[in-house]
């Protein structure tokens, strides 16, 4: 099948229009070579005839490809078909974001929109740019992408005019960066970054007449990325428009922080500034119009200062810096009157408020600014004259003030900007945002539009490099032949500006010459460029040219080109505010030879000298300055240079019309802006190659119908694409065939799109041919039917012999193609193993083979790297010393010509004294002038020499100090051995005197604490002295390097070894602090549990409870063991006392039947004693050490006095009694044997060192997952909250967070006590272990059960003899290994055969022996142990969905069980008269209830958060991306973005995972009432995610989509009644999509569809209805695109049915329905459970 003509009978072409730009017109009459006219019929109806002149009309697209997402895929690429596809996406779908190659077009649509949602940057995070609709979280994505997959820095370039959107396509990509990419480090660091826009908006935008937030600068953003997350940000900034601080156009404003001042002038701390009304200030009122209708000032400004705070700015410098903005108002309120007429003079009236206030808030003088404004300083080269202005050049003096400083004020916020977002560690990789200005054609234009044209100059010369870099990776990636294109190269334009003699470097040298002015470098304009093609004269006579850019001719006003490019400030005026008191301004106006100083020491150091400093180096200042335009240019250079190291990725917002309404597209400015922005100059540049490519894939997949049977017989897709186009297209120059794709010249796809239809169309016909000929033979057959009935029946016997026959012969058929089927498929696969075989090995070999070689050639590349490593560092240290030789020699040789040269200068004087006899009165002052200066110098030289000699007094005095901390050091080592000794005596030692021995040591060693202590305070007492030092130091150092550089090098010098000196000392206090906190650890180790006994106090002896209780795991089971004491200090009598409960004769026998005359008893009864004893001496210790510490802190210069006061012999022991000489002698009779013990204290020193390290990793997770329950608790209080109904469970939510304050308060009490006691029972632990060594081999069940015993003989505990009481007798000293046995350590499958729920049942019965012995403390504190264990649990196993489901159906049997066995009768009902002789009777179960529900809500949501991180990566790709009906994926014509992989997942993938949730909580034995909920929540995210991905994916928004989503839910439905799930509630989360799926089926013509519509998309939200009709996208020759006008109607109609309300248009898939965890009685018998022996549970005895 041949081409046709393009430009036959009924072609659509582009003709254009005055209004529109362009019109669609119809060909009447086919166009024929030689033509001179075009037979055209217009939409309206009318005939025209075109005259053709130099070529013909462009031509239409196809309606398939018009609204592509991206404009490169038009087949035919000019610029009506780019209008118009921008034009229907914007009006008819609402699509503001269109791609256009690598460019993403914004449209501003002048209306909020719901597509910048969290929601919806979730689910563009991760997803490929091709896969989702256009949007500018897509490009982000996709930088981000590619930043994290090269580590490759990332540019956002984001261009267009004032009103386009430029500064919020900024802030959204920026919170799209800080959302996805998080925060590394300083977790404030993401609002740091959001914040710095309202900041740079409130200085540096304003409104416009062409927007109300315009940016009156240029911003580069740069984000910094370490490891994928954001550490900092930096922005720098382009050409802020300071002339907008002086002078407003006529309905523009100045910048808005002005008027948010003026707003909030009535604010307390603002009341100071003298502020007014906007309209009360000349620099705020000339543009008539100081409100902004679409923001509050007031609002703003809370916004400002709110960003400022984030920022780390004090309210101190806000209010100093709101002082300086006000004084710049006041500074235009200030009124300069001339003189007289002619102007020669002016003046300022002395009382002049403004004037005042300027100076008031400023801090300068008055009568200074008054002179400095009203005259002129000219400095000649001998004398100093002031010239008198005349009003005029008054007034441009004070409007250069006021420019000036704002200027520094915003190069001052940008910097503390810059700061606040600077981190610490850098950053790797980063992504910048450029916001800058758009190219500008004005009525007059001047030296700001010249800037910003020429800044866009260059970027258009980078982007269409950019451009062809890309273009050509791509040719050359697909192996096509690369033909440079010729493009409209703008590097003339660039030379004609910045190159040599160009505008600029006149500008700059006119701008040198003392008289130039804007005429003169006008006619220098002239005479060197006029014969550029670029550069052209205006016709009239006025200082202007013209400047030929790549956006059109642009014509510039000289009028002020010189004085912004000079940008001349009154240096007086800026001495003077250098000068000031205020330490702000001393800051904005530093020089540029000063360093960075803070505004703390700039106040700290005060404003007068550096005022003095600032007016020496005024003209200095003024000669180094640079003009404007070369500050440009060299930033402009630097950031071509930043961006072309960066990937590209460009965003142009567009402007649709000028009067700021929404959705109203005009064409005309459209163009303009497309012209402008280089869009359609990627389209001419992309439609001079091949613009239109697709891979093979998609080609066969959309134009299969064109690829004839002989084509198809090839395998390789490649051949037969090539034959099929070969035989189609017949040009070979129209297409070229890549490796991967196939590319097409621009039209080619159109004409394929033709040839399509024509093949479809003519498919179509052939089957209605055949369907009408079908039904008329159906009908001749049923007329003929009754003619033959007797034929029939009379031919009835010999057609069934046939079909006998028949029948017989298929059979034989099917066995014979069986049998064969069956030995060639053997032969086959016997064929195919062999081959598979020989390859494996074949394959092996050669890998094995390329390795070695491999290895081999990184050897030898290391040794050449090592070898030439070495060759390369010698020859550069010869050559490195040589050229070190030869600099001395030449400058030697320099040296003497100079010294030769001074001499000659030094003889020669006479002859000038002689020749200036007039200047010795001049030489004599400035004599005595030196001879002043040399007094001061020698007076200087003396202080110095006294600063030396006190400073070597403080060196000696520190030396001292040294010295005798490293006598303290010592001293501490001696210490710590007097403790180790003590140690050891108190393990070893059994008689009574050595306690008292003990108790006088422990005192020596809390003096030797209060020693430390002391030694601390003189520490920092001395650090002080030192700081104040230094800083005396610092400013005698700078007072003195004013006048002599000499003396500052000595004194630089000082300091340096002064610094050494205190360098010293700090790291001498260092170690003193490591070996005195090595002293402390030391001490603390020695009181902690010794491996042995810890042994014995964690054994299962029937002295339990003398000890503590058992640890559980780590330092949460201590905490729990601690808490099982009770709350009195006296833990020990407490942990005695529930087998000692009862009246006193039980007691009596009690304590004499298990203890009798057992020694362990005295010793018992010993060691409390001595307990008490040990708490009042460490009480009245404790109140000495404060006595003593009272009247020495005011002491602040004697911090050695407690030393001097107290003898160190008596410190060491060594002045002591005769008694205690005598302990001393035993101890030193023990030293041998404790030097042997002390290596083996060192061991255990380093194994409690790191088992107190992961002690305190355990706390910190303890800590991080207590505090994520107290942000679930604060989440269940405000879902509570919202729910009015329910105040009963507030109630208890505070009632449960009262309780667990005070058990809070308990346990730590407890906790505090536990230890105390631990550390005193230390000692005497190795005298107990003796003792009960003897009493070891009674075992554990020995003594429960003689526990038992007792308590079935105690009054209080009731015995039932001859029944089973169906409980578990426990102590409490078991509690830990009960619940270490069920929960931490229970796995289901180590016990086979049991009950799912069996920890709760067993938790229970221990329940209800506590219940039993009316011992209400232990039931709880047995259920919290259990809750705690579980939350552990959770926190371990949080993924595991297995483990999950496990504890929570645990929990609810447990809940249900306390429940059922309570006193409530309303929970009796399904109750055996067994299960109702089981009732509690002593504990009310109601407190333990609620913990339980709390806990199972916690464990259902962990459920839900478990179950959707499976779910998630797997529902888009099977519900929306998988195609279970093959053959629909072809409607999608070539060209446009989508991803060409294969779903990940599929629908019978995400069935299965659902099916294996569902068999989960049925094996766990879940209700089924709370599976169902599980169920109907992840249907629900099902449901959501889909049709959020919906909406958000125009290419899914078809009709076969919507037959693909219908088959899905079916089959999840069908999945569902399988399940036996119908009543779950989950069909009623489907129905909106359900609804979605019908909406994009049904007929949307006309108004009776538009109504059934309505009535058929009841769940569905009327702006989700509207999106998808917007992003429909009809079936190419099968349907017509829905018009605006359907749309409109069923907009209309909904509104009215449902109301016209803000609506969402995502759902919101992380909602959580209300759980509700019904009552389920248990039919089990409590004497009836088993317990597995795998349990490992023998202590525990059943009762």
């Keep these: 099948m041949a081409v046709g003509d393009p430009y036959a009978q009924g072609a659509r072409v582009w003709i254009p229009d005055s209004v529109d730009v362009w019109r669609v017109a119809e060909i009447t009459r086919g166009y024929k070579e030689g033509d001179t006219v075009l037979h055209l019929r217009l939409e309206d109806g009318s005939a025209l005839a075109y005259p053709i002149e130099s070529q013909l009309p462009p031509l239409c697209n196809p309606d398939c490809l018009s609204g592509a997402d991206d404009l490169v895929a038009l087949s035919h690429l000019h610029e009506p078909a780019v209008l118009h596809s921008l034009r229907q996406r914007f009006l008819e779908a609402n699509a503001i974001y269109t791609y256009c190659g690598i460019i993403l077009v914004a449209i501003n649509p002048y209306k909020p929109l719901p597509i910048y949602e969290e929601e919806v940057i979730y689910a563009y995070s991760g997803r490929e740019m091709g896969d989702m609709d256009p949007h500018i979280f897509a490009l982000a994505e996709e930088a981000y992408k590619q930043m994290v997959r090269f580590g490759k820095n990332q540019s956002l370039i984001i261009s267009g005019e004032s009103g386009a959107g430029k500064t919020a396509s900024a802030k959204y990509a920026m919170r799209y960066f800080t959302t996805v990419g998080g925060c590394l480090g300083d977790s404030s660091m993401e609002e740091k970054v959001l914040a710095s826009s309202p900041l740079m908006e409130a200085f540096g935008n304003a409104k416009t007449a062409r927007n109300d937030n315009s940016s009156r600068f240029g911003k580069y953003i740069e984000i910094g990325f370490s490891q994928a997350r954001v550490t900092g940000a930096t922005i720098k900034t382009y050409l802020l428009e300071k002339s907008r601080v002086t002078f407003q156009a006529k309905a523009e404003r100045n910048y808005h922080i002005f008027y948010q001042l003026c707003t909030s002038a009535t604010l307390p701390e603002l009341q100071g500034l003298g502020l007014r009304g906007a309209e009360s200030f000349h620099y705020t009122c000339q543009g008539q119009d100081t409100a902004a209708q679409s923001t509050s000032d007031a609002a703003d400004l809370d916004g400002t200062r709110h960003a400022f705070s984030l920022l780390g700015v004090p309210e101190a410098d806000q209010l100093e810096l709101f002082s300086v903005l006000a004084a710049i108002l006041h500074l235009g309120n200030i009124v300069v009157r001339g003189r007289d007429r002619r102007g020669d003079g002016c003046f300022v009236e002395p009382d002049d408020e403004a004037l005042g206030m300027f100076c008031s808030l400023l801090g300068v003088e008055a009568s200074q600014v008054t002179r400095w404004l009203c005259h002129r300083k000219l400095v000649t080269a001998g004398e100093t004259y002031l010239k008198p202005l005349a009003r005029q050049q008054a007034l ?229 300055k640079k003009s404007i335009s070369s500050q440009f240019k060299a930033s402009l250079k630097r950031l071509m240079e930043m961006l072309d190291g960066t990937t590209q990725h460009y965003i142009r917002c567009i402007k649709p019309n000028d009067g700021k309404q929404p959705f109203v597209f005009d064409s005309r400015r459209a163009v303009e802006q497309l012209r402008a922005c280089g869009v359609l100059e990627t389209i001419r540049i992309s439609a001079s190659g091949y613009p239109s490519r697709c891979t093979y894939q998609e080609f066969l997949e959309r134009y299969r119908a064109l690829v004839s049977r002989e084509e198809l017989r090839s395998t390789n897709k490649k051949q037969i694409c090539s034959l099929a186009l070969e035989r189609l297209l017949q040009d070979p120059s129209k297409y070229r065939c890549g490796k991967n794709k196939v590319f097409f ?94 390859q494996a090995f074949a394959r092996g070999l050669f890998a094995r083979r390329l390795y070695q070689q491999m290895v081999w050639h990184q050897k030898a590349v290391v040794i050449q790297a090592a070898v030439r490593g070495w060759l390369a560092r010698s020859h550069y240290g010869r050559l490195r010393r040589a050229v070190i030789y030869l600099q001395c020699c030449y400058r030697r040789a320099r040296a003497r010509r100079e010294l030769r040269r001074l001499r000659l200068e030094a003889r020669s004087v006479e002859h000038y004294k002689q020749l200036h006899k007039g200047m010795e009165i001049k030489v004599i002052q400035l004599q005595c002038r030196l001879d002043e200066q040399a007094q001061e110098k020698q007076r200087l030289v003396e202080q110095l020499s006294g600063l030396n000699a006190a400073h070597a007094e403080e060196v000696q005095h520190l030396r001292a100090e040294v010295q005798r901390l490293r006598e303290e050091v010592a001293r501490d080592s001696q210490v710590q051995q007097l403790q180790e000794r003590l140690a050891e005596l108190e393990r070893l030692s059994m008689k009574s005197c050595l306690s008292q021995e003990v108790e006088e040591l422990r005192q020596r060693l809390a003096e030797v604490e209060a020693t430390k202590l002391q030694l601390g305070e003189e520490k920092d007492a001395v650090i002080q002295r030192m700081l104040e030092q230094s800083q005396d130091l610092e400013e005698q150092h700078q007072r003195a390097a004013r006048e002599s550089w000499g003396l500052r090098q000595e004194l630089e010098e000082e300091r340096a070894r002064y610094q050494s000196l205190v360098q010293e000392y700090t790291r001498l206090e260092q170690g003193y602090e490591n070996l005195r906190d090595e002293v402390a ?573 309505c009535s058929l998309c009841t769940v569905l939200s009327p702006q989700q209805v509207v999106k998808i009709l917007r992003a429909y996208t009809p079936t190419v020759g099968l349907e017509e695109r829905i018009s605006p006008s359907f749309i409109s109607s069923v907009e209309k109609q909904l509104q009215e049915q449902y109301g016209g309300g803000p609506g969402q248009l995502l759902v919101d898939t992380s909602h959580l329905f209300p759980v509700h965890l019904p009552f389920a009685a248990s039919s089990l018998h409590l004497d009836e459970l088993h317990i597995p022996d795998a349990l490992n549970l023998p202590f525990l005895i059943r009762l």
């Design 396 to 624: 441009d003096s004070r409007d250069a003030l006021a420019k000036h400083m704002y200027g520094q004020v915003f190069k001052w916020m940008v910097s503390r900007v810059n700061r606040a977002l600077r981190s610490l560690e850098g950053h790797h990789t980063s992504i910048g945002i450029l916001d800058i200005y758009g190219f500008e054609m004005f009525e007059l234009n001047s030296f700001e539009q010249f800037c910003i044209n020429y800044a866009n100059e260059k970027l258009q010369q980078l982007f269409n490099l950019h451009i062809f870099k890309l273009e050509q990776e791509e040719y050359v990636t697909e192996e096509i032949p690369w033909v440079f294109i010729d493009f409209c190269d703008n590097q003339p334009c660039i030379e004609l500006i910045e190159g040599r003699l160009g505008i600029l470097d006149l500008l700059n040298e006119e701008c040198k010459m003392p008289q130039g002015s804007d005429g003169s470098w006008a006619q220098k304009l002239y005479q060197t460029h006029l014969s550029s093609s670029h550069f052209q004269k205006p016709k009239r006579p006025t200082d202007a040219f013209i400047v030929c850019h790549f956006a059109g001719k642009v014509e510039y006003q000289c009028g002020g080109f010189v004085e912004k490019n000079r940008d001349t400030v009154p240096e007086e005026l800026v001495g003077l505010l250098r000068a000031s008191k205020s330490a702000l301004l001393a800051e904005l106006f530093l020089e540029e030879g000063d360093g960075a100083m803070s505004l703390q020491s700039r106040r700290s150091s005060g404003p007068r000298m550096t005022g003095r400093a600032s007016r020496r180096s005024l003209p200095t200042s003024q000669k180094s």
């Design 745 to 838: 010249r621009a039209g080619q796809v159109a004409q394929l799109e033709e040839l399509r239809h024509r093949q479809l169309r003519a498919a179509c016909t052939l089957l209605q041919r055949h369907l009408r000929g079908w039904l008329a033979r159906r009908h001749f057959a049923q007329i003929r039917a009754a003619v033959v009935c007797l034929q029939r029946h009379a031919r009835g016997m010999l057609a069934r012999r046939l079909a006998r026959l028949l029948r017989r012969t298929r059979a034989a058929v099917t066995l014979q193609k069986t049998l064969r089927m069956v030995l060639a498929r053997r032969s086959y696969l016997r064929l195919r193993q062999a081959a598979l075989t020989i």
């Design 1081 to 1653: 650890f030391h001490r603390q180790s020695t009181l902690r549990r010794s491996p042995s006994s810890e042994s014995f106090l964690g054994s299962d002896s029937s002295y339990m409870s003398l000890s503590t209780a058992p640890s559980r795991d780590g330092s949460d089971q201590q905490a729990e063991a601690s808490g099982d004491t009770g709350g009195d200090s006296g833990g020990l009598e407490e942990r005695w006392q529930p087998v000692m409960e009862g009246p006193e004769p039980s007691g009596e026998v009690l304590l004499n039947g298990s203890m009798g005359q057992d020694p362990i008893g005295k010793a018992y009864r010993l060691l409390l004693g001595q307990l008490s004893a040990v708490n009042e001496e460490l009480a009245r210790t404790r109140e000495e050490l404060r006595r003593s510490k009272a009247p020495m802190e005011p002491e602040e210069r004697k911090p050695l006095e407690f030393l001097k006061r107290r003898n160190i012999a008596e410190l060491l022991g060594l002045g002591r009694s005769p008694e205690k000489v005598a302990a001393d002698d035993d101890l030193k009779h023990a030293y041998d044997a404790v030097q042997v013990a002390n290596r083996l204290l060192a061991s255990q020193l380093r194994e409690e060192k790191q088992q107190h390290e992961e002690e305190v990793e355990g706390l910190h997770l303890d800590i991080c997952s207590l505090k994520q329950l107290n942000q679930q608790q604060a989440a269940l209080i405000q879902d509570l909250q919202r729910h009015q109904g329910q105040e009963g469970l507030q109630t208890h939510v505070l009632r449960l967070k009262e309780e667990n304050w005070e058990l809070a308060q308990k346990l730590e009490k407890q906790e505090r006590t536990t230890l105390k006691l631990q550390k005193q029972l230390k000692a005497y632990a190795k005298q107990i272990q003796e003792l009960t060594g003897k009493r070891e081999a009674t075992g554990p069940a020995q003594e429960l059960a003689a526990s038992a015993v007792v308590l079935s003989q105690s009054p209080m505990v009731p015995s039932l003899a001859g029944m089973s009481q169906a409980m578990l007798a426990w102590r409490m000293e078991d509690e830990g290994r009960i619940i270490k046995a069920i929960i931490t350590d229970y796995k289901p499958q180590s016990s086979p055969g049991a009950l799912p729920d069996l920890p709760a049942y067993v938790l229970f019965l221990c329940f209800r022996h506590a219940d039993h012995c009316s011992d209400e403390p232990r039931a709880r504190s047995l259920l919290d142990a259990a809750v705690d264990a579980i939350k552990r649990v959770m926190k371990k196993h949080s993924d595991d969905f297995d483990v999950v489901a496990l504890w929570l159906a645990n929990t609810c049997r447990l809940q249900n069980c306390l429940r059922q066995y309570s006193q409530d009768e309303s929970y009796w009902q399904g109750n055996t008269a067994r299960q109702n002789e089981h009732r509690l009777q002593n504990v009310d179960p109601q407190n333990s209830c609620r913990s339980l529900g709390a806990l199972a809500v916690q464990l259902y949501q962990q459920l839900i958060r478990t179950a959707e991180k499976r779910l998630k990566p797997m529902i888009v790709a099977a519900m929306l991306e998988s195609e279970p009906i093959q053959g629909l994926s072809s409607s999608c014509p070539p060209g446009r973005r989508r991803s060409s992989a294969a779903p990940a997942h599929t629908l019978p993938e995400l069935l299965q995972q659902l099916g294996s949730f569902h068999a989960a909580l049925d094996r766990h034995g879940l209700a089924p009432a709370v599976g169902h909920q599980v169920l109907r929540q992840l249907l629900f995210l099902v449901s959501g995610t889909t049709l959020n991905y919906l909406l958000l994916r125009k290419d899914t928004c078809s009709w076969s989509c919507g037959i693909q989503l219908r088959y899905n839910i079916s089959q999840l439905e069908q999945w569902l009644r399988a399940q036996g799930l119908q009543q779950s509630g989950a069909h009623q989360v489907l129905e909106p999509l359900v609804q979605a799926a019908q909406l994009l089926q049904v007929k949307k013509v006309t108004k009776e569809d538009a109504g059934a519509l």
